[in-house]
């Protein structure tokens, strides 16, 4: 399958300051790419599509000034928790999307950050 | 929108038995089943997927079945290994192809 590359798998930050998570397809341009939030012994929560070159549309109750997302290239999405807080603290997961053979399209996801902010 | 039912929460299974996950689904325009595999601290990655032209699809020990009528997938895992242990999501999508994720089993294996 295709490989999608995730950094860092974890930091911990102090309150107040922003954290960068790189999402990156490596052996494929990736036409969308999600970010999701998981919770411990959660389901997936999602929280924003990017495309590339444009705006990333949030889902209903995230907020768009702190988490904010670009997606500059059909091979790289950053996630950056601006000001982050404890409550913030969370594994994030990243995923792309591929058109393969025939026109299907599948998802892969990154490896997860684990945020820990004090 | 879709909502997508996944049980048991928990599975507890002998090595060497088979495990059986069930999933529904409640959007008829749904056409799309993958199930990921997440192992702790990990993301989850994609071990198999059905599209809605096909009723069952198999890949070495695990193969999924899907009945579009009842709307209903299921997860089947053969000759169970303790590396099998994991959290299972199954998911369902359309047109917009943004999946809905079930609940997610946590599937023991136990030596």
């Known amino acids: 399958g295709a490989v999608v590359s995730q950094h860092p798998s974890r930091v911990i930050c102090k309150s107040g300051t922003s954290v960068k998570i790189e999402c990156r397809s490596l052996?494929?341009?990736?036409?969308?790419m999600f970010w999701y939030r998981q919770f411990p012994k959660q389901s997936l929560m999602l929280m924003a599509t990017?495309?590339?070159?444009?705006?990333?549309?949030?889902e209903q109750g995230v907020e768009k000034d702190k988490f904010l997302i670009n997606h500059a290239s059909l091979t790289l999405s950053t996630l950056t928790v601006t000001s982050a807080h404890p409550e913030d603290s969370s594994f994030y997961i990243c995923?792309?999307?591929?058109?393969?053979?025939?026109?299907?399209?599948?998802?892969?996801f990154g490896s997860g950050t684990q945020l820990s902010v004090l | 929108g879709e909502n997508v039912e996944q049980h048991p929460s928990t599975l507890s299974v002998q090595e060497g038995d088979s495990a059986v996950i069930k999933c529904t689904y409640s959007?008829?325009?749904?056409?799309?089943f993958p199930w990921y595999k997440q192992e702790l601290g990990k993301g989850p990655q994609l071990i198999i997927d059905?599209?809605?032209?096909?009723g069952e699809k198999k890949d070495q020990r695990i193969a999924v079945t899907l009945n579009k009528t009842a709307k209903h997938f299921s997860l089947h895992i053969t000759e169970t290994q303790p590396e099998d242990s994991a959290v299972y999501f199954c998911?369902?999508?359309?047109?917009?192809?943004?999946?809905?994720f079930g609940r997610g089993t946590s599937l023991i294996v136990h030596p």
């Open positions: 059905i599209r809605s032209n096909v």
């Open positions: 990017s495309n590339e070159g444009s705006k990333a549309t949030y």
């Open positions: 998911a369902a999508s359309g047109g917009s192809y943004i999946p809905t």
């Open positions: 995923s792309a999307s591929t058109t393969a053979a025939l026109g299907e399209e599948k998802l892969f």
């Open positions: 959007d008829s325009a749904s056409n799309y």
């Open positions: 052996d494929f341009q990736a036409t969308t």
